[in-house]
């Protein structure tokens, strides 16, 4: 399954209600399974960005989905990527002619 990396930001609402951040939290692990994909971790920054998610979604349009869904609450900005761990970067250069 691709794998995922995103980079929030609270808004205004998000850090307004930041005590209700660990619910939210778990409602995003199931809304990101129930979509067909994980939330695998979590980091909370100290910086430009507020936190970091690993997941993974089975394709492109449920990650847009997943995404677009997160962002439609109101709480956070996203920045998201497409990242390729280990296994896959070594694969990628293994075909290189």
Do not use: C
């Not at 005590?19 to 939330?39: C, I, M, N, V």
């Not at 761990?85 to 290189?96: N, S, V």
């Amino acid at each position: 399954m691709p794998t995922n990396v995103s980079l929030l930001r609270y808004t205004e609402q998000g850090i307004r209600n930041v005590k209700e951040g660990p619910a939210r939290l778990d409602a995003a692990k199931k809304a990101f399974k129930a979509a067909g994909g994980e939330l695998k971790q979590f980091f909370l920054l100290m910086g430009h960005y507020d936190m970091l998610v690993v997941w993974d979604a089975p394709d492109d349009e449920t990650a847009g989905k997943i995404i677009l869904a997160l962002g439609s609450l109101g709480n956070v900005r996203t920045e998201s990527f497409r990242a390729f761990p280990e296994a896959e970067f070594r694969k990628l250069i293994a075909g290189l002619p």
